[in-house]
């Protein structure tokens, strides 16, 4: 596709079930991040994919929290026994590695609210 | 590790006036900055971004920003704001890493309203 697509754009859970988020960049996009976007917050880091490996994991908030990139291109979160502070705007981006930073590309996200 | 810091949560500015929005960041290594804007219940555009070609960098919608490497900052500005730049404007930082590795870390953001 022309831009970074990401599904569902919206997902209501109850507390406790699982949830899958899912990205698929811009096509030849090597790197691929992930961020969570809470209500008056900025953009929180949560993992970052180069090809189908992720050099940082450090932003996951907790082990209910995993990712997995595929085939170097589609990646998906999944959130495990979802809680109610989970609730946010999830935003994937992609960029294009050509020996120096490109920008990103984001996705419109995927607002996830847990009841 | 790199991190930035947006002074001012909240902006506010009359139509006309002159935008300043703050961005400091903290890098160990010569860093690439990024000013991204997100309209109401948009996703995040570009605005500009520094890659160490020229200090003063313009972008889109009239904006600039300038790199100080003294004061590691990279303030936005604009000279006349317009109605339409209501909008909340996000600073990034990233470096290029040993192996090619990087990763974007962004500011609090900064929600700039604009009055008539």
């Known amino acids: 596709g022309a831009g970074v697509s990401q599904s569902p754009s919206n997902k209501v859970t109850e507390k406790g079930k699982d949830v899958e988020l899912r990205c698929d960049p811009i096509s030849g996009h090597t790197a691929l991040y992930w961020y969570r976007q809470s209500l008056g917050q900025g953009l929180e880091f949560l993992i970052y994919f180069q090809g189908n490996s992720a050099p940082d994991k450090s932003g996951l908030p907790s082990d209910r929290f995993s990712a997995e990139r595929t085939g170097g291109s589609v990646s998906t979160l999944t959130i495990q026994r979802t809680q109610q502070e989970d609730s946010a705007v999830y935003l994937c981006?992609?960029?294009?590695?050509?020996?120096?930073?490109?920008?990103?590309?984001f996705g419109q996200g995927t607002r996830l609210t847990v009841v | 590790a790199q991190s930035v810091t947006q002074l001012g949560s909240h902006v506010s500015v009359s139509e006309g006036a002159l935008v300043l929005l703050r961005c400091n960041y903290s890098?160990?290594?010569?860093?690439?900055l990024f000013w991204y804007v997100q309209y109401p219940n948009q996703g995040l555009q570009l605005l500009l971004k520094?890659?160490?070609?020229?200090?003063l960098v313009k972008g889109i919608n009239g904006f600039e920003a300038e790199f100080k490497k003294s004061e590691t900052s990279f303030h936005l500005t604009k000279p006349s704001a317009h109605m339409s730049d209501a909008a909340e404007y996000f600073c990034a930082v990233t470096t290029d890493g040993g192996g090619g590795y990087n990763k974007l870390i962004f500011g609090a953001g900064t929600r700039l309203a604009v009055h008539p």
């Open positions: 890098s160990s290594v010569p860093p690439y």
């Open positions: 981006a992609s960029s294009y590695r050509t020996g120096g930073f490109t920008e990103a590309f």
């Open positions: 520094y890659t160490s070609a020229a200090t």
